[in-house]
């Protein structure tokens, strides 16, 4: 089973997930945006979640070795995903994977980091797609040229359809840029706020 949603508070994350392990819905893989469950005996189960990026294999397999031999298994998330999960094994293992307040926060930082870094990445990638596409207009784009609409019906057509399309496709990226920049500072903003609030605590 497949379910579409979104979380920028891992509490509320974790809280859902464990809520469907007791329906009987385990999770199996997490992607930004869905979750992937398989049926199973409801349980009441404890699943955590971090938020660390690796740059070395090497780092992420010692981190989850540190995991499993604390009695947390690592169900979902790669070296390089961001967002791990962790379900609880062993009896003795500790009720949460942070060892204090501080620690269990600052996963709110490196996920606000992260999303600020892609979304100034996405700036200067935009700001060459808009200049490019003001010279386009000022050279008057074939799309809207005079000498488009001077040729006869055959030759019109011919032309007009590449062109919507290759107009599409830029309309479409001077569009989904900025929507995609805004939508990651948003989220980074809400981010760092939350690791305030946990600093706090």
């Known amino acids: 089973m497949k379910k579409f949603k979104h979380f920028y508070d891992f509490n509320s994350e974790e809280k859902w997930l464990n809520d469907m392990a007791k329906q009987g819905f385990q999770l199996i893989k997490s992607t930004s945006w869905s979750y ?6 409801p349980e009441n189960t404890k699943i955590k979640l971090d938020y660390r990026v690796f740059k070395k294999h090497e780092d992420y397999e010692d981190y989850l070795a540190l995991f499993e031999d604390s009695g947390w298994k690592h ?23 942070f060892s204090d307040g501080e620690s269990r926060a600052a996963r709110y930082k490196r996920l606000s980091d992260k999303l600020t870094t892609i979304a100034y990445c996405l ?7 808009v200049t490019l596409e003001m010279n386009n207009w000022n050279d008057g784009t074939p799309l809207f040229a005079s000498e488009l609409w001077g040729k006869n019906w055959t030759e019109f057509w ?3 359809f590449p062109e919507t399309f290759f107009s599409t496709i830029r309309l479409f990226l001077l569009l989904v840029f900025p929507f995609t920049i805004l939508v990651n500072f948003s989220f980074a903003f809400k981010a760092n706020k939350l690791f305030k609030q946990q600093l706090e605590k």
């Open 158 to 160: 011919r032309t007009f």
């Open 123 to 129: 700036l200067p990638i935009w700001a060459v797609i």
């Open 75 to 97: 169900i979902s998330g790669t070296y390089r995903s961001g967002h791990q999960y962790f379900k609880q094994i062993k009896d003795h293992a500790s009720d949460d994977i």
């Open 36 to 41: 992937k469950f398989t049926p199973s005996k």
